[in-house]
Structure formats: C-alpha cells, structure tokens
C-alpha cells in the first residue's frame, strides 16, 4: 500500500460525507466519488473535496485502493463485489448487505481475494466502550448476569416522514438492520459474548410514508439469551419522540453495573451494591485500548465523527498489515445479517424463540 491511500467513494449523500472526512482525517487521497448522477457525483466532489466526481462506480474502483460504499442498502452487495473483485479493498456501509447468504459471499469472496472488508459498527470506537469492555474483560463486573439496551430514534415519527429506507432500497428490515445491528454489535462487543436465541415482536406503525408503502419496521423489541447464560432485552425504535440518537448499553454483572450513553460518550457510569462511581474520559486513568482512541485532551468532548475516524485509521492501518484490534469486518457484517433474519423470521412467528448460530466459514 502507498503511504497515502487513494480513496474512492460510492455515494455521495450523508454517510458518503462521514465517510470523507473520516479517511481525509486517516491521511488518504480522496480520488473519486460518484453518485446518483454525474450532475451530483461533480456536485459530491466539489463539497466533500474529493478529486473527481466520476459516472460510475467502476471508475471509482480503478482510481483506488479503497473503495467506500455508501450507497442505499440494497445496492450494497453488488457493488461491494465489484470492488473486490477488482483487488481492491472495501469499506461497506451496514447493512452489508440485505439477506446473509449475499453477506457470507462477501466474507468468502474478500478472503479469496486477500483484501480487507471492514463494516462501520463505529460505536466500539468510542474509548469508554473500550473502557467498558476492559472492566468486563478483566472480571471487575463478575459474571454477566442480564443486558439492557436500545437505541432509540425519533427522525420516522410522523406519517410524513418519508425515506428510501423505508420503501425501495431499504431492504426487508430497516429499524433493526440499520440501528438495532449497532445494538447487538456493541452488546456482543462488550460483554465478548454471543448472542444464541432471541424473540423477537416488530411493528410498521404506518403502512404509509409520504405517500409511499413501507416496506419495513419501524421498531422492534427483543428478548435475547446469550452463550454464557445471560439474558437481555433490547428496544429499537424510529419513532420514539426527543430521542436522537440515544444508543445506551447496561452490562449487569454480580459485582458491579457499567452503563453507556452515546449522547453521553465521555462518561462511563459503574454501579456498586454500595456506591456508584461517574468514570470520565481521562486518557491518563483508561485502559491502554482506550486511552489509545483518546485523542483529545480529557474535558475536550469527543463524539461520533471522532469513532467514525477511528474506525477508518483502524481499517486502512489493517490494509498495511497491521493488525488493530476490535476492527470490525465482514464477519462481523454477516453476524448482523444473520441476526436480522432472525429477528424477522421470530416476528413473523409472533416472537418464537429463533436461533442465531455462529457462522463457521471454514
């Protein structure tokens, strides 16, 4: 790999601008970024300060040596295995893609190629989850008794807001494949546990959007029993009003509680029988895992783009033969699919317990 990797971008819209600035921050040469139309991939490329606004995603691919996808979700595949089947490694969006057989192609085909696919589950990036993940790592916690989490969001409340989610290009599932994914990613992140069954009750709230049909959930609601016999519930929702983006995670163990708030990312609650403790961001006091991804001075806040850079230094640093630990990959892409199709396979069975098997790709 050159010292400066030349970056190439599929999409244009908002993740093809996190995406941006994240490998500009990594030291890449932004080369090429194509979108809906060569009217909006030159427009893409004046904004975002990439090189050239290109027609199609195959000259995205021959210009690079990374090639971000960022596309609507159904687009995902087909062009994920374009660009590995050119040589070239991929950053895909989640979903990786919209059914597990297409995403276990991808893990195959990338390992056949000997490329990196990495997929942005940014939220382990944030160095209080790696804090979170060192405590339950060390057996401060104890053993892992239940898991609360959710995600909630509020940008689908109304019948008027519409979204390509929601209709064509958003696949069979959209509350869980794009939000619910990062929940269960994070919960097996942390607790280095899998999840092994679940139940699973969804629900479309209107079967119209913008004058549209909706083609996927608008919330879910899960029941989750992990390997090691721990149980959990998870709450996902687009329509739960004030809340943003209010990812929490609440690891209960027999010695102590940790809690994380992505609206919160600096913090680290940890709860005791006898007392309770705020940890904040210190590079000084964390872990090494997360003192590394502390980048900026304790006081100074740090948030999303900052994981999603992260993220992107650790993806390209693989590229060079290193070696970065938590990075996300294909693998771990297939591991959302998987558990997508049984959220909605126990749905559609009005919550019947499903198993959620680990893939051997041997």
Request: aromatic letters at 6%; charged letters at 20%; a negative charge.
């Amino acid at each position: 790999m050159p010292d400066a990797i030349r970056a190439g971008f599929a999409g244009g819209g908002f993740m093809g601008a996190v995406h941006t600035r994240a490998a500009r921050a990594a030291g890449a040469d932004l080369v090429a970024i194509t979108s809906s139309s060569a009217a909006r991939a030159s427009r893409a490329a004046e904004e975002l300060g990439v090189r050239t606004g290109a027609a199609t995603v195959g000259e995205v691919v021959a210009a690079s040596d990374v090639v971000h996808v960022c596309t609507p979700n159904e687009q995902h595949a087909a062009q994920a295995l374009a660009v590995i089947a050119a040589g070239r490694h991929v950053i895909c969006e989640k979903p990786l893609a919209t059914t597990a057989a297409d995403a276990r192609a991808l893990v195959r085909a990338a390992a056949d190629a000997g490329v990196v696919g990495a997929v942005p589950f940014v939220y382990r990036f944030h160095p209080m989850v790696r804090e979170a993940r060192a405590l339950v790592a060390s057996g401060a916690v104890g053993t892992v008794l239940t898991v609360d989490a959710a995600y909630l969001q509020d940008w689908m409340l109304l019948p008027t807001d519409g979204n390509w989610r929601a209709h064509s290009g958003g696949g069979a599932s959209r509350a869980f494949a794009d939000i619910g994914s990062h929940l269960c990613d994070l919960a097996e992140f942390v607790t280095a546990d899998r999840i092994v069954r679940l139940s699973a009750r969804t629900r479309t709230v209107f079967a119209e959007r913008d004058g549209e049909p909706v083609r996927n959930e608008d919330l879910a609601a899960l029941l989750v029993e992990f390997d090691s016999g721990a149980l959990g519930t998870l709450l996902v929702s687009q329509m739960a009003a004030g809340r943003k983006n209010a990812l929490t995670l609440e690891v209960h163990g027999s010695n102590e509680t940790v809690r994380f708030e992505q609206e919160r990312a600096d913090e680290l609650w940890i709860g005791r029988r006898d007392a309770s403790q705020l940890r904040l961001r210190d590079a000084a006091t964390l872990q090494p895992d997360a003192a590394r991804l502390s980048i900026v001075p304790s006081g100074h806040p740090m948030g999303y783009q900052d994981a999603f850079n992260a993220f992107v230094r650790d993806a390209y640093a693989a590229m060079r033969g290193e070696t970065p630990d938590g990075l996300p990959t294909f693998a771990d892409g297939l591991r959302a699919a998987v558990l997508t199709e049984a959220v909605l396979a126990s749905a559609a069975a009005r919550g019947a317990w499903t198993e959620t098997p680990m893939e051997n790709l041997a």
